[in-house]
Protein backbone atom coordinates (compact mmCIF):
# COMPACT_ATOMS: atom_id res chain seq x y z
CA UNK A 1 0.00 0.00 0.00
CA UNK A 2 1.36 3.49 -0.82
CA UNK A 3 2.07 5.31 2.23
CA UNK A 4 -0.50 7.99 2.73
CA UNK A 5 -2.26 8.49 5.83
CA UNK A 6 -4.84 11.42 6.83
CA UNK A 7 -5.72 13.13 10.26
CA UNK A 8 -7.70 13.56 11.93
CA UNK A 9 -9.98 10.58 10.75
CA UNK A 10 -13.33 11.68 12.23
CA UNK A 11 -14.05 14.95 13.39
CA UNK A 12 -17.28 16.69 14.83
CA UNK A 13 -17.22 20.80 14.84
CA UNK A 14 -19.59 23.45 14.67
CA UNK A 15 -20.59 26.08 12.18
CA UNK A 16 -18.10 28.98 11.81
CA UNK A 17 -14.86 27.29 13.55
CA UNK A 18 -11.41 26.88 11.57
CA UNK A 19 -10.76 22.97 10.62
CA UNK A 20 -7.28 21.58 9.48
CA UNK A 21 -7.09 18.51 7.81
CA UNK A 22 -3.68 16.99 7.48
CA UNK A 23 -2.75 14.48 4.52
CA UNK A 24 0.67 12.76 5.12
CA UNK A 25 2.94 10.96 2.51
CA UNK A 26 5.98 8.72 2.46
CA UNK A 27 6.34 8.10 -1.24
CA UNK A 28 8.01 11.40 -2.21
CA UNK A 29 5.29 12.01 -4.86
CA UNK A 30 5.07 15.13 -6.84
CA UNK A 31 1.25 15.67 -6.49
CA UNK A 32 -1.07 15.39 -3.92
CA UNK A 33 -5.11 16.38 -4.09
CA UNK A 34 -7.76 17.04 -2.35
CA UNK A 35 -11.06 15.43 -2.94
CA UNK A 36 -14.84 15.39 -1.18
CA UNK A 37 -17.07 12.50 -2.01
CA UNK A 38 -20.91 12.99 -1.48
CA UNK A 39 -23.47 11.13 -2.37
CA UNK A 40 -24.68 11.80 -6.09
CA UNK A 41 -21.71 13.66 -6.74
CA UNK A 42 -19.17 10.83 -6.75
CA UNK A 43 -15.60 12.33 -5.80
CA UNK A 44 -14.92 16.42 -6.80
CA UNK A 45 -11.49 17.67 -6.52
CA UNK A 46 -10.95 20.59 -4.16
CA UNK A 47 -7.30 21.78 -4.82
CA UNK A 48 -4.51 20.13 -5.74
CA UNK A 49 -0.43 20.87 -5.44
CA UNK A 50 2.04 19.93 -8.40
CA UNK A 51 5.11 20.75 -5.62
CA UNK A 52 6.15 22.66 -2.97
CA UNK A 53 4.05 25.60 -2.47
CA UNK A 54 2.56 25.41 -5.64
CA UNK A 55 -1.05 25.20 -5.85
CA UNK A 56 -3.95 25.18 -8.17
CA UNK A 57 -7.76 25.07 -7.75
CA UNK A 58 -10.19 22.33 -8.21
CA UNK A 59 -13.92 22.65 -9.25
CA UNK A 60 -15.06 23.21 -6.08
CA UNK A 61 -12.54 25.19 -4.26
CA UNK A 62 -14.80 27.99 -2.35
CA UNK A 63 -13.98 27.99 0.94
CA UNK A 64 -11.23 26.34 1.20
CA UNK A 65 -7.58 26.66 1.29
CA UNK A 66 -4.50 24.79 0.91
CA UNK A 67 -1.03 24.95 1.99
CA UNK A 68 2.16 22.40 1.16
CA UNK A 69 5.24 23.36 2.75
CA UNK A 70 7.20 20.14 2.83
CA UNK A 71 7.05 17.50 0.01
CA UNK A 72 5.14 14.86 2.02
CA UNK A 73 2.44 16.85 4.07
CA UNK A 74 -0.84 18.52 2.37
CA UNK A 75 -3.03 20.93 4.25
CA UNK A 76 -6.72 21.07 3.71
CA UNK A 77 -8.09 24.25 5.94
CA UNK A 78 -11.70 25.62 6.25
CA UNK A 79 -11.35 28.65 7.62
CA UNK A 80 -15.13 28.78 8.88
CA UNK A 81 -16.76 25.54 8.25
CA UNK A 82 -20.42 25.39 7.08
CA UNK A 83 -22.86 22.55 6.83
CA UNK A 84 -22.24 22.40 3.22
CA UNK A 85 -19.05 21.30 4.16
CA UNK A 86 -20.23 18.15 6.25
CA UNK A 87 -18.44 15.41 3.40
CA UNK A 88 -15.79 12.52 3.63
CA UNK A 89 -12.55 14.02 2.41
CA UNK A 90 -10.08 11.95 0.70
CA UNK A 91 -6.36 12.83 0.05
CA UNK A 92 -4.51 11.26 -3.06
CA UNK A 93 -0.84 11.60 -4.00
CA UNK A 94 0.47 10.79 -7.72
CA UNK A 95 4.00 10.59 -9.24
CA UNK A 96 3.40 12.18 -12.24
CA UNK A 97 1.00 13.44 -14.43
CA UNK A 98 1.28 16.44 -17.17
CA UNK A 99 1.46 14.03 -20.31
CA UNK A 100 2.07 10.85 -18.77
CA UNK A 101 -0.40 9.77 -15.89
CA UNK A 102 0.49 8.06 -13.09
CA UNK A 103 -1.57 5.99 -10.55
CA UNK A 104 -3.38 7.97 -8.20
CA UNK A 105 -2.84 6.54 -4.99
CA UNK A 106 -6.15 7.22 -2.20
CA UNK A 107 -5.68 7.55 1.80
CA UNK A 108 -8.62 6.31 3.91
CA UNK A 109 -10.24 9.68 4.22
CA UNK A 110 -11.22 11.86 7.16
CA UNK A 111 -15.03 11.90 7.83
CA UNK A 112 -16.21 15.74 8.77
CA UNK A 113 -19.68 16.31 10.41
CA UNK A 114 -20.20 19.99 10.91
CA UNK A 115 -23.34 20.75 13.27
CA UNK B 1 -16.19 20.27 -20.48
CA UNK B 2 -14.71 16.16 -19.54
CA UNK B 3 -17.82 14.67 -18.02
CA UNK B 4 -18.00 11.20 -17.14
CA UNK B 5 -21.55 9.70 -16.39
CA UNK B 6 -22.37 6.60 -14.76
CA UNK B 7 -25.29 4.40 -14.72
CA UNK B 8 -27.29 5.11 -11.19
CA UNK B 9 -27.23 2.59 -9.01
CA UNK B 10 -27.35 0.19 -6.48
CA UNK B 11 -26.92 -2.53 -8.93
CA UNK B 12 -27.81 -6.32 -6.77
CA UNK B 13 -27.18 -9.28 -8.42
CA UNK B 14 -27.11 -12.87 -7.02
CA UNK B 15 -23.30 -14.34 -6.84
CA UNK B 16 -22.22 -15.86 -9.99
CA UNK B 17 -24.26 -13.23 -12.28
CA UNK B 18 -22.73 -11.42 -14.35
CA UNK B 19 -22.28 -7.75 -14.34
CA UNK B 20 -22.48 -4.95 -16.64
CA UNK B 21 -21.47 -0.89 -14.84
CA UNK B 22 -22.40 1.35 -17.92
CA UNK B 23 -19.99 4.40 -18.67
CA UNK B 24 -19.81 7.18 -21.00
CA UNK B 25 -17.61 9.93 -20.93
CA UNK B 26 -17.06 13.23 -23.09
CA UNK B 27 -13.83 14.41 -23.87
CA UNK B 28 -12.65 16.92 -26.35
CA UNK B 29 -9.76 14.79 -26.83
CA UNK B 30 -8.43 10.85 -26.40
CA UNK B 31 -8.32 10.78 -22.37
CA UNK B 32 -7.18 7.51 -20.67
CA UNK B 33 -10.32 5.57 -18.96
CA UNK B 34 -9.84 4.00 -15.56
CA UNK B 35 -12.05 1.97 -13.21
CA UNK B 36 -11.44 2.70 -9.60
CA UNK B 37 -13.33 0.68 -6.90
CA UNK B 38 -14.27 2.07 -3.25
CA UNK B 39 -14.52 -0.84 -0.81
CA UNK B 40 -16.46 0.45 2.38
CA UNK B 41 -14.83 2.20 4.81
CA UNK B 42 -11.86 2.54 2.62
CA UNK B 43 -10.19 5.22 -0.05
CA UNK B 44 -10.50 4.08 -3.65
CA UNK B 45 -7.65 1.71 -5.72
CA UNK B 46 -7.37 1.50 -9.20
CA UNK B 47 -8.96 -1.53 -11.03
CA UNK B 48 -7.81 -1.33 -14.47
CA UNK B 49 -6.95 1.31 -16.75
CA UNK B 50 -7.24 1.77 -20.74
CA UNK B 51 -4.78 4.78 -22.53
CA UNK B 52 -5.77 4.56 -26.23
CA UNK B 53 -8.50 3.76 -28.35
CA UNK B 54 -9.56 -0.16 -28.58
CA UNK B 55 -7.53 -1.41 -25.60
CA UNK B 56 -9.28 -3.69 -22.87
CA UNK B 57 -8.25 -2.91 -19.33
CA UNK B 58 -8.33 -6.33 -16.90
CA UNK B 59 -7.92 -7.16 -13.61
CA UNK B 60 -9.32 -9.45 -10.87
CA UNK B 61 -11.88 -10.64 -13.50
CA UNK B 62 -12.96 -7.44 -14.50
CA UNK B 63 -12.57 -5.84 -17.84
CA UNK B 64 -13.25 -2.97 -19.57
CA UNK B 65 -13.01 -2.05 -23.17
CA UNK B 66 -11.80 1.97 -24.64
CA UNK B 67 -14.48 2.68 -27.44
CA UNK B 68 -13.95 5.44 -29.04
CA UNK B 69 -16.73 5.08 -31.70
CA UNK B 70 -19.50 5.48 -28.65
CA UNK B 71 -17.34 6.81 -26.08
CA UNK B 72 -17.49 4.16 -23.59
CA UNK B 73 -15.89 2.14 -20.88
CA UNK B 74 -18.09 -0.18 -19.30
CA UNK B 75 -16.93 -2.76 -16.70
CA UNK B 76 -17.72 -6.80 -17.20
CA UNK B 77 -17.47 -9.57 -15.18
CA UNK B 78 -18.90 -12.99 -15.98
CA UNK B 79 -19.22 -13.87 -12.50
CA UNK B 80 -19.40 -11.65 -9.69
CA UNK B 81 -18.87 -12.79 -5.90
CA UNK B 82 -20.04 -11.12 -2.65
CA UNK B 83 -16.86 -9.71 -1.98
CA UNK B 84 -17.09 -7.33 -5.16
CA UNK B 85 -19.71 -5.62 -2.93
CA UNK B 86 -18.13 -2.14 -3.49
CA UNK B 87 -18.56 0.94 -4.89
CA UNK B 88 -17.23 1.50 -8.63
CA UNK B 89 -15.86 4.58 -10.28
CA UNK B 90 -15.30 5.54 -13.56
CA UNK B 91 -13.09 8.23 -14.39
CA UNK B 92 -10.70 9.58 -17.19
CA UNK B 93 -7.34 11.91 -17.59
CA UNK B 94 -6.79 13.85 -20.80
CA UNK B 95 -3.76 16.59 -20.48
CA UNK B 96 -4.35 18.29 -17.22
CA UNK B 97 -2.92 17.08 -14.04
CA UNK B 98 -6.31 15.52 -13.09
CA UNK B 99 -8.84 13.01 -12.84
CA UNK B 100 -12.58 13.41 -13.81
CA UNK B 101 -14.58 10.81 -12.05
CA UNK B 102 -18.28 9.55 -12.65
CA UNK B 103 -20.74 9.45 -9.73
CA UNK B 104 -20.45 6.23 -8.75
CA UNK B 105 -22.16 2.80 -8.84
CA UNK B 106 -22.99 0.80 -5.75
CA UNK B 107 -22.49 -3.05 -6.67
CA UNK B 108 -24.55 -5.49 -3.86
CA UNK B 109 -23.85 -8.54 -4.47
CA UNK B 110 -25.74 -11.40 -2.17
CA UNK B 111 -24.79 -15.15 -1.68
Known amino acids: DAGITQSPRHKVTETGTPVTLRCHQTENHRYMYWYRQDPGHGLRLIHYSYGVKDTDKGEVSDGYSVSRSKTEDFLLTLESATSSQTSVYFC??????????????FGPGTRLTVL | GDSVTQMEGPVTLSEEACLTI???????????LFWYVQYPGEGLQLLLK?????DKGSNKGFEATYRKETTSFHLEKGSVQVSDSAVYFC??????????FGTGTRLQVFP
Open chain 2, 22 to 32: NCTYTATGYPS
Open chain 2, 91 to 100: ALYYNTDKLI
Open chain 1, 92 to 105: AISGQTSGGFNEQF
Open chain 2, 50 to 54: ATKAD
